[in-house]
């Protein structure tokens, strides 16, 4: 078998005593490529005195990770400025946040530029090359125009807004020529890729664009659920709970994950839902994430604040009606949490997939099964039938879908639940990999190497 290079902005190079990995990325892609010789390239997470001109290596099993450390001029104006202040909002649909500099757009060409030539001498000729994520755009073309004609792929792990949205980006035409240079482009639904086609098509841009919803490895994760339910973390938990029901919602710290609307949303039901007090408690779990970004900053400030106000506004002496914590935790000990939890709330304003949406499926006792609250904007929805939908704007809806879910008989939970358990289980993240790769192996030239 072909060797696979993957390249994505975050390489998750195993380190001894590390925090765990929150974001979907890294977790989708680790469960999927057991079996193979792999090479990872990307970035260290470092940012150093000067951008590294040569990889530095770590092997471990069959994979050799390769990362460059970036100088903070080219962290600012590549990741936090062009790849997390301009292409991350317009990806997710909100024009009104994103931010666009020339100099920061620059910064993200020269940045992958830059990968495309630390790496193109450490390819073999029938290397298979995936690109992940936003951040990379441009590197085929980058590593086209140094003479690699490797097939090479490329997954967009967020969504894709309306071609009139993506229109108001300047250069926005220039990414998506850029795009021609991948031999096949992935992304998570029908509706992303209606939308990636029709901007191709409208910019006269040839490439090819194929749905591959992700996934998790749903029996490890169901296996970790049931060891850390009832273990030393689980049970301290459940212990607490005292027999309220528990609402869980999982998410990196990010904007697009609808945080305050969803303790708004949880608020309402408090207060619109008077059966519910006391009897419930909200679990919030959001690890910091991307902090050098003011935006992300001061969402941080507006929900620890929030949370506050809640609890001030609804709790008792004996009862804190939202527990919220902005660390990240443990995988297995997270796992745990989703089967003691009767809701899985996961309200993205959008979101390319949800992947916690996922393992809170994969997660749940099948005799005695929680509910899913979701988005109907997460990519998730299209496929976890058995969910309650809501409108994550509107906090309202969120109160009724939880009463909903708290309400809910347990024969209609497990028939609900059985659904998407079914979903999840066929659809892991290895068969997500294959069927790209397959895709990928039986993919034509790219227009870019036919001109
Ligand atoms: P995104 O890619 O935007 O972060 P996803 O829901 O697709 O969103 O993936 C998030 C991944 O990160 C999931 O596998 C989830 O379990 C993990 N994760 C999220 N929050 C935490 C946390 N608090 N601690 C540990 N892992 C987390
Ligand atoms: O797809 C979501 C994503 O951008 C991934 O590419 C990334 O691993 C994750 O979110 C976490 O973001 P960051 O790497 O910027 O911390």
């Not at 959001?286 to 609890?311: H, K, M, T």
Request: glycine fraction near 8%.
């Amino acid at each position: 078998m072909a060797r696979l290079v993957i390249i994505s902005n975050r390489v998750p190079v195993p380190r001894a005593r590390s925090t765990p990995q929150a974001g979907g990325l890294a977790v989708a892609l680790k469960q999927a490529l057991a079996d193979r010789d792999v090479l990872w390239f990307g970035w260290s997470g470092h940012v150093g005195a000067a951008t590294s001109e040569a990889a530095a290596e770590t092997v471990i099993g069959r994979t050799r990770y390769a990362t460059v450390d970036l100088s903070s001029v080219d962290h600012r104006l590549y990741y936090t400025g062009f790849s997390n202040g301009t292409l991350w909002p317009l990806l997710h649909w909100r024009m009104g946040l994103t931010e666009f500099q020339r100099e920061e757009y620059s910064g993200y060409r020269t940045v992958n530029e830059h990968f495309a030539r630390v790496l193109a001498p450490m390819l073999r000729p029938d290397d298979v090359l995936w690109a992940h994520d936003f951040h990379l755009f441009p590197l085929a073309a980058f590593l086209r125009a140094l003479g690699c004609t490797q097939r090479i792929g490329f997954f967009l792990h967020v969504p894709f807004p309306p071609p009139s949205l993506f229109a108001a980006l300047p250069q926005g035409d220039v990414l998506l020529r850029d795009l021609a240079a991948y031999s096949l482009i992935g992304v998570q639904t029908d509706q992303d890729r209606d939308n990636l086609r029709a901007a191709l098509a409208h910019a006269l841009v040839g490439a090819r664009v194929e749905t591959f919803p992700i996934g998790i490895d749903a029996h490890a994760f169901a296996a970790d659920a049931a060891r850390g339910a009832t273990g030393p973390e689980g049970r301290r938990l459940a212990a607490s709970l005292a027999d309220r029901a528990l609402v869980l919602g999982v998410d990196r710290l990010d904007y697009s994950k609808g945080l305050p609307h969803r303790l708004q949303g949880f608020a309402r039901l408090l207060a619109r839902f008077p059966r519910h007090r006391r009897r419930v408690t909200l679990l919030q779990v959001a690890p910091v994430s991307r902090n050098e970004v003011a935006r992300y900053r001061a969402l941080r400030r507006e929900l620890d604040e929030l949370a506050g106000r809640i609890n001030g506004e609804h709790g008792e002496p004996d009862w804190n009606p939202i527990r919220w914590i902005t660390r990240a935790v443990p995988r297995a000990t997270l796992a745990g949490y989703h089967r003691l939890a009767r809701v899985g709330l996961v309200t993205p304003l959008r979101d390319g997939m949800n992947l916690v949406a996922k393992e809170f499926a994969a997660a749940q006792n099948p005799d005695d099964p929680g509910v899913l609250v979701l988005s109907r904007f997460a990519g998730a929805a299209a496929e976890l039938s058995g969910a309650v939908l809501v409108n994550p704007h509107d906090p309202d809806e969120i109160a009724e879908g939880l009463d909903a879910a708290l309400s809910m008989d347990k024969a209609t939970r497990i028939a609900r639940w059985r659904r998407d358990a079914e979903v999840v289980r066929t659809g892991s993240a290895a068969t997500w990999a294959s069927r790209f790769l397959h895709a990928l192996e039986a993919a034509t030239e790219p227009a870019a190497l036919v001109e």
